[in-house]
Nanobody, 118 residues
């Protein structure tokens, strides 16, 4: 069964850090471009970061998170990570991972809530 399972969200104070994980099941993870998106209340979904297959030769970030967030992948663990440092209240959102490959369906996780508040 195809699944993307996110974890690692929670409540953190401004300036704090979280590491999100997204573990893949049921498909060939190493062949997929992996992306992290977020959706804040009342806002459009935003692409936060992506990392190409299989080894992450290309990585890109939204301007709003550059220098603070780091995306990485571990193909042996079928997992993509998003290390988030120096978190700000405007980073509050539900974070989703997706897995994409040309000619194949895009898979989505269920999302994990990140709340940055004092």
């Amino acid at each position: 069964q195809v699944q993307l399972v996110e974890s690692g969200g929670g409540l953190v104070q401004p300036g704090g850090s979280l590491r999100l994980s997204c573990e893949a099941f049921g498909f060939t993870f190493r062949d997929r471009v992996m992306r992290w998106y977020r959706r804040a209340p009342g806002k459009e979904r935003e692409l936060v970061a992506f990392i190409t297959a299989p080894h992450g030769s290309t990585i890109n970030y939204a301007d709003s998170v550059k220098g603070r967030f780091t995306i990485s992948r571990d193909n042996a663990k079928n997992t993509v990570y998003l290390q988030m440092n120096n978190l700000k209240p405007e980073d509050t959102a539900v974070y989703y991972c997706s897995a994409a490959q040309i000619g194949r369906p895009v898979y989505w996780g269920q999302g994990t809530q990140v709340t940055v508040s004092s």
